[in-house]
């Protein structure tokens, strides 16, 4: 049993990138609509009782409009970003 260093393949070279590198981190204004949904987490901006809205409370119903403002925002934001450079062909 002498197996020795020589005998084992090497692993393969990591294949280079054809085109230029790209930054991890790319800038794009629709990503502060992102921040949209933050709004809800400053207690503050709606811990009052006026207005009322069907009996609820503004503290209740503001909480409960910011989900779907969230998943709106959210959605925008991923269909105005996507490219096929990104994500590649599909």
């Known amino acids: 049993m002498s197996s020795s260093t020589a005998d084992r393949a090497a692993p393969d070279p990591v294949p280079a990138h054809d085109g230029p590198a790209q930054p991890a981190f790319r ?32 503290f209740y119903w503001f909480q409960m409009a910011v989900i779907p403002l969230g998943i709106l925002c959210t959605l925008a934001v991923h269909l105005l970003t996507r490219h096929d450079d990104e994500e590649g062909a599909r």
């Open 27 to 58: 800038f794009r204004a629709w990503n502060l609509l992102l921040l949209v949904p933050l709004i809800s987490l400053i207690t503050p901006v709606f811990n009052m009782r006026d207005p009322e809205l069907f009996g609820l409370p503004f």
